[in-house]
């Protein structure tokens, strides 16, 4: 029993409960950061760590928090993850640090953390709520991978950095500027509703 | 009794947990902060050196210790610039901002000794569209500055030829056009800058 409920916390926010695909969160990040695979793994590393620890340090301290100011306690506890990825990226990978620019402080005010803190975090304990976090960092993380491989790809002929194709492919300019993200995503979303999703609530 | 034991509740206690909530949290941050600050500053000086370094047209091993090394052993500072001796001439390097499409630029312009022909150009930092206007920090781009003189004019990407063409970026062109007017201002501040002109 309580291994399922495990199971199904970790299975939901990967498939049919996804904050990406299913719930419409953290669309901000969505479209600024995937236009290249090196950022969007560095994002989503950072929204992994960012959730799976508040998610957990909330539910330690969940019955103790006054329900008049937990979302200011959730807001600081969720600031301070923010700034240490922060701070480390500044410190060991400064080059990363600056391509991200304003997008790791951002992380902050992403949907995802306060929402799981929020929905599920504040019932629940601290293990089964940190494998919330966890599962919905990685709901988000694939699903912006998989935009940031084909933006990159469409859009400038490379993967992770390295050209992939030939000098025949001509770069859709597009697909790395701010409208590529809503067409990936959009085109994404609409693919998988019409097809697993609709399959899955069918069965 | 009552009475009390909810003023507690709900003005008192809120008050000291959100209190210390934030004690431990600004403990955490300022602790992990001053822990890497000397990293954090030393990243930041060594990017300023390869910038440098770059504009003046210097090879060195692209490493902390590689650029520390070249760096301290070619440059000297000077009042607002940086100037570099060696078999090829005095260099003089200045620092220079300016507007781009959507934030500052700020770069380092090298010169030779005339102060008009540039030895190159590196990026200190930009905030252009990536994988649009941010590839004017792509070597391809600052490298064909080298050897040129401003006033710039701007060809299409691939075809530039006489000594004052530069390819423009294909899809950035607001961006190239920001960028060619930072350059060429460039011998005038470096006039001011060194010669106080």
């Known amino acids: 029993m309580a291994k399922n409920k495990v199971r199904k916390t970790f299975l939901e926010p990967l498939g049919k409960n996804n904050p990406v695909f299913v719930q419409i969160l953290g669309i901000c990040s969505t479209l600024a950061v995937t236009n290249k695979l090196q950022n969007t793994m560095v994002m989503t590393l950072g929204v992994l760590f960012t959730t799976a620890l508040s998610s957990w340090t909330i539910s330690l301290m969940r019955n103790h928090i006054p329900s008049r100011i937990r979302m200011m306690v959730e807001t600081m506890v969720i600031a301070t993850f923010v700034i240490i990825v922060d701070i480390v990226l500044k410190a060991f990978y400064p080059e990363m640090w600056k391509q991200l620019g304003p997008y790791v402080g951002l992380i902050i005010t992403n949907c995802i953390v306060m929402g799981r803190v929020e929905a599920f975090a504040l019932q629940n304990k601290p293990m089964l709520s940190l494998v919330d976090g966890l599962a919905s960092g990685l709901g988000y993380a694939y699903v912006l991978l998989a935009i940031a491989f084909v933006r990159e790809l469409l859009g400038t002929g490379s993967l992770w950095g390295y050209r992939i194709l030939g000098s025949w492919w001509t770069n859709w300019s597009i697909m790395i500027m701010p409208p590529g993200g809503f067409f990936v995503l959009a085109i994404l979303i609409w693919i998988i509703r019409e097809t697993i999703m609709k399959e899955a609530s069918h069965a | ?197």
């Not at chain 2, 075809?159 to 060619?180: C, K, L, P, W």
């Open chain 2, 1 to 197: 009794m009552s009475v009390q034991k909810t003023f507690y509740k709900d003005r008192i206690y809120p008050l000291l947990f959100m209190f210390l909530i934030t004690f431990f949290c600004i403990l955490l941050t300022a602790g992990i902060h001053l822990a890497t600050q000397d990293r954090a500053n030393a990243n930041e000086l060594s990017f300023t050196r390869k910038a440098v370094l770059d504009a003046a047209g210097i090879t060195y091993v692209n490493t902390t210790a590689g650029i520390e090394e070249a760096y301290l052993k070619r440059v000297e500072e000077a009042d607002g610039y940086f100037t570099t001796s060696g078999s090829d001439g005095k260099r003089f390097i200045i620092p220079l901002e300016g507007p781009g499409l959507w934030g500052t630029i700020s770069i380092m312009v090298g010169f030779e000794e005339d102060l008009q022909t540039f030895t190159g150009v590196a990026i200190v930092s930009q905030n252009e569209t990536p994988g649009l206007g941010a590839r004017i920090e792509e070597p391809w781009f600052t490298d064909q500055f080298r050897g040129k003189r401003p006033p710039f004019t701007l060809v299409e990407e691939g075809t530039a030829t006489a000594s004052n063409e530069v390819d423009a970026i294909t899809g950035a062109t607001r961006t190239s056009e920001y960028f060619r007017n930072l350059a060429n201002q460039a011998a005038d501040a470096a006039k001011r800058i060194v010669r106080g002109e």
